[in-house]
Nanobody, 121 residues
Framework: QVQLVESGGGLVQAGGSLRLSCAASGTIGSVNTMGWYRQAPGKQRELVAIITSGGSPNYASSVKGRFTISRDNAKNTVYLQMNSLKPEDTAVYYC???????????????WGPGTQVTVSS
């Protein structure tokens, strides 16, 4: 069984910074793309940033230049450094990872439970 656990959310003033972490654990064979999504109240879940197993990142235009995604393959962990935060960044942030477990033939998408990020103006 595979689990994702996020940490690092919280309350911050506009212009501040937060760093999110997400660690994958369990019967992991290989971890492919990892990423972060967010969902604000009354809105659909949207992509924030993803990073391939080789370390190539992609960002939503709304966060490009302010957020940085990175990963530590040895720890099966993905990070999201968020700088210059704005009130519109307020949302629940979800970690996502495409993982082939040791008990499955094909990789599956896994989600973490989410962590709240609140940016006050």
């Amino acid at each position: 069984q595979v689990q994702l656990v996020e940490s690092g959310g919280g309350l911050v003033q506009a212009g501040g910074s937060l760093r999110l972490s997400c660690a994958a654990s369990g019967t992991i064979g290989s971890v492919n793309t990892m990423g972060w999504y967010r969902q604000a109240p009354g809105k659909q879940r949207e992509l924030v940033a993803i990073i391939t197993s080789g370390g190539s990142p992609n960002y939503a235009s709304s966060v490009k230049g302010r957020f940085t995604i990175s990963r530590d393959n040895a720890k099966n962990t993905v990070y999201l450094q968020m700088n210059s935060l704005k009130p519109e960044d307020t949302a629940v942030y979800y970690c996502n990872a495409n993982i082939r477990s040791l008990t499955a033939w094909n990789p599956l998408n896994y989600w973490g439970p989410g962590t709240q990020v609140t940016v006050s103006s």
